[in-house]
């Protein structure tokens, strides 16, 4: 049976956990601290679900796509719209919470690491409205793929730093981040965007994006009248998906499906970023989990169209449901993802973030084979303004096809 908690020690079964420089523990031990004794606080609770309210604009609704549905004439087609969140995505979840803890620890500063973009605006936004020092590290090749983002980090008073080392995307920029946060940690925050890293932030960060899973349920309950019989996401990280899978865990009925990114093919190892699907255990930045690895067991080459979603690790809490069985993980190449991000473009005229349109294209592949009183609940967790220029880019360029 899964447990909704790790134990005491941060771990997820065997996944998880705590494997950091010593030097690090006293200031990770402050902060679990401080989340255990907020994350119940009834006034910390209400100024978060004000913010969340009226600073991010939930609850975000659930959308039926009856154009989709339709023309792939099997079940019910449902978005769960984390893409009409203040700043287009599901990470100001996370960031409102861990920002709101950060000023009751007394910290001035935050660091942060991005892939998309996503997680440092969300960020930067954050910090700007609680006044706070705020220092983002992005890969400079996702700094070239997300220009529109880098921009509106500056404009809400970010510096933005750019990691120059190995691949240059987000491993690169946690590694950064990490080193950086080492150096400052007395007077520092590190707030860390996915369910991933030492505990206990994969714990930290599946309940503040448990929201997700909260209102996807009580929503689909009340127009369907049932639970959904898909629930879908992306896997980068994992913390959308976390953060739905969370409310139908113990739902056995309900099929989870983490999709990540097969990148260019999975025959080779650089072309994908399929931690779960390709993996083996492994430890990188402080944890445990499903990884992705050279024939040294450090961090391999990953590679994705979406710069939010190739990292070569993965949530531990995600590794845990696989090797229990209680959630299934496919990959999605480039061109599949890219054919669903015109698919709803074009009938329902919502242009999802590449990351989301990899848990799209695994629903559309479904979809047919599904009976049409069945339900296929995706988390569309951004919008894609951001990719707009990249897909024009790799369109115009011939790499991919519309």
Known sequence: MHKKLPDSRGFFGEYGGQFIPQGLQPVLDELAEAF???????????????YIRHYSGRPTPLYFCS?????????????????????GAHKVNNTLGQILLAARMGKKKVIAETGAGQHGVATAATAAFMGMECKIFMGEEDIRRQKPNVFRMEMLGAEVIPAKSGQRTLKEAVDEAIAAWMQDADKSY??????????????????????????????????????PDYALACVGGGSNAIGLFSAFIDDPEVRLIGVEPAGRGLAVSGDHAATLCKGKPGIMHGFNSYMLQDENGEAAPVYSISAGLDYPSVGPEHSHLKDIGRSEYVAITDQEAL?????????EGIIPALESAHALAQALKI?????KDQILLINLSGRGDKDVAEVEHLVRSGQLHM
């Open 67 to 87: 154009n989709l549905t339709r023309e792939f004439n099997g079940g019910k087609i449902y978005l769960k719209r984390e893409d009409l969140n203040h700043l």
């Open 367 to 371: 979809a047919p084979e599904t009976d």
């Open 190 to 227: 590190y707030l860390l965007g996915s369910a991933v890293g030492p505990h206990p932030y994969p714990v930290m960060v599946r309940h503040f994006q448990s929201i997700i899973g909260k209102e996807s349920r009580e929503q689909i309950l009340e127009l369907e009248g049932k639970l």
């Open 36 to 50: 255990d004794k907020f994350k119940d606080d009834p006034k910390f609770n209400s100024e978060f679900n004000h």
């Open 339 to 347: 054919d669903a991000f015109f698919s709803l473009s074009r009938t």
